[in-house]
């Protein structure tokens, strides 16, 4: 049993367009992360959430704390190939005993 | 030392042979946590250490798995007796503290470990 599902398993698109990665869980966390993997390599943090509802921007990307603290979301606008990778969301909290329960990943291609 | 740096980077192994697979955190870093990943999946979380506690070790999957700190810092994760099912990339990662729940974990490379 996943305690995080994120939605799309897979997104490929057009260098340009815009898109939204899920992630849901019926747990709640104190905190939820976001990470980028490239091939070969391990996961790196683009961002940590700990607010209901909090919103964070980076450059083109913008992620969003459910009010519940249950579910989060990251929206990338004009993609670029350079944005190609697994996304990879990991909760924290009450309910995981403070280890990271990491969610199934989404990988994006971006088609040039 | 820049970063988490694991060791070997491959393992092929046959069936029925102990593997150990070595993680050299980041130097100060207290917390240390082991994953497991299949092809293209998310993480399954095995074990993890903070300090001079006693690890965590809810996540490992059988009791051929077993890991061990030296040191507080160098880790060495131990799979006796592998089965094809444990091919996987194992990634290790390590942070300055686990209590917070917000601590930037760094991870290794991995190594992908295959069982023929």
């Known amino acids: 049993t996943q305690l995080l599902e994120q939605s799309p398993q897979f997104l490929s698109i057009q260098e340009g367009e815009n898109l939204t990665v899920y992630c849901n869980s019926s747990?709640?966390?104190?905190?939820l992360q976001w990470y980028r993997q490239e091939p070969g390599e391990g996961p790196v943090l683009l961002v940590t959430v700990v607010t209901g509802g909090e919103v964070k921007k980076l450059k083109r990307l913008t992620f969003q704390f459910g009010d519940a603290r249950k579910d989060s979301s990251l929206h990338i606008t004009a993609a670029q190939t350079g944005d190609t990778g697994l996304y990879l969301c990991?909760?924290?909290?009450?309910?995981?005993?403070?280890?990271?329960?990491f969610g199934t990943g989404t990988s994006l291609t971006v088609i040039p | 030392g820049a970063g988490v740096s694991q060791s070997p980077s491959n393992k092929v192994t046959e069936k029925g042979k102990d593997v150990e697979l070595r993680c050299d955190p980041i130097s100060g870093h207290t917390a240390l946590y082991w994953y497991r990943q299949s092809l293209g999946q998310g993480l399954e979380f095995l074990i993890y250490?903070?300090?001079?506690?006693?690890?965590?070790k809810s996540g490992l999957p059988s009791d051929r798995f077993s890991a061990e700190r030296t040191g507080g810092s160098v880790s060495t994760l131990t799979i006796q007796r592998t089965q094809q099912e444990d091919s996987a990339v194992y990634l290790c990662?390590?942070?300055?503290?686990?209590?917070?729940?917000?601590?930037?974990?760094?991870f290794g490379p991995g190594t992908r470990l295959t069982v023929l």
């Open positions: 990991a909760g924290a909290g009450r309910d995981t005993g403070n280890q990271f329960y």
């Open positions: 250490f903070q300090g001079n506690s006693a690890p965590d």
């Open positions: 747990s709640v966390f104190s905190s």
């Open positions: 990662a390590s942070s300055f503290s686990v209590a917070s729940g917000t601590d930037t974990q760094y």
